[in-house]
């Protein structure tokens, strides 16, 4: 796993970031990040390995981490990349 952000007042929020988690053996699994606009997504980015990318809320930088690390959480007990933007 990855936690990286720093103040960047270029990107939105203030914040450039990137979450990722990997698994030992097959690579990424998940990615959360601000790394360009997208014309359908815009900046927050939700990356899954077996999914689509989506649009993700953010509402500050704590708020945002412990979304990620709570994906983690479920990713580990289900081993699925199930959406939470519900």
Excluded: C, S
Excluded at 6 to 27: K, L, N, V
């Amino acid at each position: 796993m990855e936690i990286f952000a720093i103040r960047d007042e270029e990107y939105p929020d203030g914040w450039f970031y990137r979450f990722q988690y990997y698994h030992p053996e097959t690579g990424e699994l998940l990615r959360y990040d601000d790394a360009h606009d997208d014309d359908d997504l815009g900046w927050h980015h939700r990356h899954v390995r077996f999914g689509e990318d989506t649009k993700i809320e953010f509402h500050g930088l704590a708020a945002h981490v412990t979304r990620f690390l709570n994906e983690i959480a479920r990713l580990a007990e289900t081993g699925e990349t199930e959406d939470i933007n519900e």
